[in-house]
């Protein structure tokens, strides 16, 4: 019968609320993570003993009933099945409690406390799935990278240059992994692609020298090999050539000395004697010739 009497005033005094002057305060805002818990306070210290606490959900417009505390019999009934055995109300305070939060819990939570007055109190909640983590790769363009994530509600990518922004952006078709596009500049700093949400962040630091591929890049990556290359092939070159040089020079001096010895070598002379014949002339028994035309001297060079 206390049952029956229990419902009747429920019906009765939720007729009545939309006859009573409610005190509303502010909406406040909720944001959460999947399977987290979230405590949704009554700001009310003190409760009358005949107080009813009412907890509604909706998406959009809070219209399901999810929990009722009646203070004077101090029990708490969940009437949806919805939440299950998700939901505790403090009996205490009114407060309510969701655990292992899904992306489905988001919406607006009212609880309607009737003590005396009507006081309606609003929450926002808001679950989100932690961002996933971005990933870089090249372009066909010089020195230029793109940086992709997953999409999700309310999910932002950006560049990061030492803390500064470059750019950013966001989509509402979550079915389309959001892009971002970067071309590198300035070597020297350092460039990170954050992913984020309202409840979580992740980030990726670009790499330059791994990921770039620019002219610029390949520049300082083989000018050091592209200057020493040749300037020690032009140095093993002329050390060859040099030595050649010395090598053959040496032969050559060595010949010239042994045919200075030839030239300049002395001149030595043999004595030669050649006797003249009697001619048919001359008297067999006369007078001896001229010793200048029967002996003659004459003298032939004779190299050694």
């Known amino acids: ?109 009212q609880l309607e406390a009737i003590n005396a007055v009507v006081f309606r109190q609003k929450f926002n909640l808001s679950v989100y799935t932690p961002v996933s983590k971005p990933v870089i790769r090249n372009t066909p363009q010089s020195c230029s990278v793109l940086c992709s994530v997953e999409n999700g509600r309310e999910v932002t990518l950006s560049w990061q240059r030492e ?34 949400n309202p409840v979580s962040e992740e980030s990726l630091q670009l790499n330059t020298e791994k990921l770039c591929s620019g002219p610029d890049q390949v520049q300082r990556s083989y000018i050091v090999p592209a200057v020493l290359v040749p300037a020690i092939l032009i140095l093993i070159t002329g050390l060859i050539i040099f030595f050649m040089k010395q090598r053959k020079r040496r032969g050559t001096e060595g010949e010239g000395g042994g045919g200075e010895d030839r030239d300049t070598g002395q001149v030595q002379y043999s004595e030669v ?32």
């Open 1 to 109: 019968m206390i049952n029956i009497e229990a419902e009747l005033r429920v019906i009765v005094l939720f007729l009545l609320i939309g006859l009573m002057s409610a005190v509303e305060t502010k909406v406040k805002t909720e944001k959460k993570r999947e399977g987290e818990t979230v405590t949704l306070h009554f700001n009310i210290t003190e409760l009358q003993t005949d107080a009813v606490i009412v907890w509604l959900f909706g998406p959009v417009s809070p219209d399901v009933m999810i929990a009722r505390l009646l203070i004077a019999e101090n029990t708490v009934k969940y009437p949806s099945e919805r939440f299950r055995d998700r939901l505790q109300v403090d009996k205490e305070t009114g407060s309510l409690t969701i655990s292992n939060l899904n992306t489905n819990d988001s919406g607006v939570y």
């Open 273 to 304: 004697r050649r006797l003249s014949e009697p001619t048919e002339t001359e008297p067999s028994g006369g007078a001896h010739a001229d010793p200048e035309d029967t002996d003659r001297v004459e003298h032939a060079e004779v190299v050694t």
């Open 163 to 196: 803390g500064e922004t470059l750019s950013h952006t966001s989509s509402p078709d979550l079915n389309t992994p959001l892009s971002l596009p970067l071309r590198i500049e300035e070597h020297n700093y350092t460039y990170i692609c954050v992913a984020a």
